[in-house]
């Protein structure tokens, strides 16, 4: 099991929490998603190391822009 963690900027809302949470969660491989409102902060948590640029993609697909990875 692995877990990455990212900041997510734009988000003020449940429903951007929640847009963030379905896109991510679509991703091959994720196994939990959570989103912090209140830091942007979003961990992932998957089956094995999953590509940064995949998760990157389902944010901006989202309509957010990922500021880091940690």
Do not use: F, R
């Amino acid at each position: 099991m692995s877990t990455a963690t990212y900041t997510v900027k734009g988000m003020t809302c449940g429903h951007c929490v929640s847009s963030v949470k379905e896109e991510v969660s679509e991703v091959a491989g994720v196994t939990s998603v959570e989103v912090d409102l209140a830091t942007g902060l979003l961990t992932v948590d998957s089956d094995g190391p999953l590509d940064p640029a995949k998760i990157v993609a389902a944010v901006e697909e989202a309509g957010y822009e990922v500021a880091n990875q940690s």
